[in-house]
């Protein structure tokens, strides 16, 4: 029976006698089984981590071998090139000259190679020094020929003449080269485009007149532009009574745009963080058509509903836009 194995049961029966002995002693000896347990756990880890231990241990005196073995295996194979001896080079002939013939000491030689000291008045043979006659004088037409020619010179009278103002009638090697190309003939011209409105032209430093600009930008359409205008108008001016107006366009310009859930916060802000303004009615049922259009139809009929609780002085336009709404969402009476 392993050791581990009694000393379990040892405590196991202890444990009992404590419990059928002394039941106040009961909760110590759950402690002590317990902190038993973690003993055994953490012994456990540590085998594990041990084990791994000498596996890598194992595995670096395996390296560190191999890497041994490839270094004496070079150095031996170094010291075996390195220790041949290089053939000695045959001693020269005795009254040979510096750089003589190279091929009069091999062994082996070709029988029908040239050997200038055998022929030395064959054709290519080296010559002695002062034994070469000087070449005969060439004749005068010849030497005439052979001699290079001078460039002739102008006449005066043609330099004199010169124009000065012919070099500014064409153009010299100072001048830029024009690398445009030629004009084609019947080319359809490029109609120039027209700069799109940008929004700093927009501002005027006045909140009325950024304010119309920016609403006007909506009305005709150019959203992009118009966000960018409102969001500088409400960043500049936030104490603005314009603020909600502002709100409610950038709402708008989201919702003409198709970006429901950004014209939703916005026409939310509008009805509940600026409530008193004309255009929270507005805003309140562009947010159910923005909810109902997000999928969101009970809010959506929620909001519909609650818009004429909260403002019961809307306009005859809000109050038949909420009926619409309505039907359109479904919504139950």
């Known amino acids: 029976m392993p050791a581990r194995l009694r000393t379990r049961l040892a405590l196991t029966t202890i444990l009992g006698a404590l419990l059928l002995g002394h039941p106040a002693a009961a909760q110590d000896a759950s402690e002590l089984v317990v902190r038993l347990g973690r003993i055994e756990n953490q012994s456990r880890i540590m085998a594990g981590q041990i084990e791994t231990l000498q596996y890598e241990n194992r595995q670096l005196k395996e390296q560190l071998r191999k890497f041994q073995e490839d270094v004496e295996f070079r ?80 006449p005066r009278a043609a330099i004199e003449d010169e124009d000065p103002d012919a070099e500014g009638a064409a153009p010299g090697y100072d001048e830029p080269v024009d690398l445009r190309p030629p004009a084609r003939t019947g080319a359809i011209p490029v109609p120039a485009t027209r700069p799109a409105e940008s929004v700093a032209a927009t501002r005027t430093g006045d909140p009325a007149a950024d304010y119309e600009a920016a609403v006007e930008l909506v009305r005709s359409k150019q959203y992009e532009q118009a966000e960018m205008g409102l969001r500088q108008f409400i960043q ?53 058509v923005t909810l109902n259009a997000l999928g969101a139809r009970e809010q959506a009929c929620a909001t519909l509903a609650e818009l004429d609780r909260k403002f019961p002085n809307a306009g005859s336009t809000v109050r038949q836009g909420v009926v619409r709404e309505q039907k359109r969402a479904r919504c139950s009476a």
């Open 75 to 154: 150095l031996n194979e170094g010291k075996g090139g390195g220790g041949k001896a290089a053939p000695s080079a045959a001693p020269a002939p005795a009254g040979a000259v510096n750089g003589g013939n190279p091929g009069a000491g091999r062994p082996g030689k070709r029988g029908d190679a040239f050997d200038p000291s055998q022929a030395p008045g064959a054709p290519g043979a080296p010559m002695p020094l002062g034994s070469t006659q000087p070449s005969p004088p060439l004749p005068a037409r010849e030497a005439a020929e052979a001699a290079p020619a001078r460039p002739q010179a102008l």
């Open 236 to 288: 500049s001016h936030p104490r603005d009574n314009r603020v909600a107006g502002a709100t409610y366009w950038l709402g708008e310009s989201y919702l003409a745009r198709g970006r429901n859930r950004e014209a939703a916060e916005q026409f939310l802000k509008v009805s509940t963080d600026y409530a008193r303004s004309s255009q929270a009615p507005d805003a309140m049922l562009k947010l159910g």
